[in-house]
């Protein structure tokens, strides 16, 4: 009872103190960062007093102490399945499918025909189920994690090649006339003009991939891979009820997601801070 006493009074302490800091005006950056931190160490305490209150089984949802404890003595297997997951498998995937989606993007844009014949089918593959692809590319490409790169590589590409066609077409009637006027060539209005109009678009399409790549892998590695990785170290531990090991994997999923979307969004920051939509950003 004790324990969830102390979870409910916590979480009132935290509650009324996240409503203090979000009245505070002008909302500086620390109070936008320790805002979101408040709200989850209170969430941690509260989880933590509720499984232990009323005794739930660490099968069922373990408390965050016993996930707390599966990071610090795995650390080793954790690792390594990030590599395996996350450096090898989500991250050559995402390169090489929004890298050959702007290329493929640019000659839509050029050629007319692809743009009829070929965002059509994009539409309908990107529709397809990764659980029905994910078997077929670990049969093409084997166990190892070229077949999650696959996997990331068919998720990832046409919301990037979409993202991008509509970015390339967003440049105005009156500012392709100026460039011809300067006598620019195609490709010279497509990199002074086109492109950097576009990066808003695209960097849309890169922050959509980051989460679909990490995504792709993990649910890859449930249909065939070597003895390593996320979704195999999740796979095993859950048949052998280590839940403990399952959340780990979790988290470090989790915070590998989060960076990896955050290190887009600043290099978006950096590169399209003229845009209208980072203005009056910090």
């Known amino acids: 009872m004790g324990w969830l006493v102390f979870g409910f ?12 800091l979000a009245r505070r005006r002008p909302a500086t950056p620390m109070i936008r960062f320790i805002v979101p931190v408040i709200f989850g160490v209170t969430l941690i305490v509260v989880w933590e007093c509720a499984v ?4 739930v089984s ?3 949802l373990p408390a965050p102490s016993d996930i707390g404890h599966a990071l610090a003595r795995s650390t080793a297997i954790l690792w390594m399945d990030f590599v395996q997951t996350v450096i090898k498998g989500a991250m050559s995937g995402y390169i090489l499918g929004c890298g050959s989606a702007v290329a493929v993007a640019i000659a839509v844009d050029r050629f007319d025909f692809l743009k009829r014949g070929l965002l059509p089918v994009g539409n309908f593959v990107a529709a397809l189920p990764i659980i029905g692809m994910a078997p077929i590319m670990v049969m093409w490409f084997d166990f190892g994690w070229e077949s999650k790169a696959a996997v990331v590589v068919v ?4 919301p ?7 970015g390339l077409q967003d440049t105005g009637a009156m500012q392709r006339d100026l460039m011809r006027t300067y006598g620019a ?7 002074k003009l086109r492109l950097p109009a576009a990066m808003p678009f695209i960097f849309n399409g890169l922050k959509i991939a980051s989460t679909l790549a990490l995504i792709g892998a993990i649910v890859a590695e449930f249909f065939g891979s070597p003895v390593k990785g996320m979704g195999f170290r999740i796979s095993t531990s859950v048949g052998q009820l280590a839940m403990d090991l399952v959340w780990a994997e979790i988290v470090v999923a989790a915070i590998a997601g989060s960076a990896f979307y955050g290190g887009v969004a600043l290099v978006e920051k950096a590169m399209t801070f003229w845009h209208p939509s980072q203005r009056g950003r910090t």
């Open 155 to 158: 998720m990832v590409f046409f």
């Open 52 to 55: 232990r209150g009323l005794g």
């Open 58 to 60: 660490k099968v069922l």
């Open 160 to 166: 990037m090649l979409v993202n991008t066609v509509q």
């Open 185 to 191: 060539s195609y490709w010279q209005t497509l990199l």
């Open 9 to 20: 009074v916590f979480w009132i302490g935290g509650w009324q103190l996240n409503a203090w």
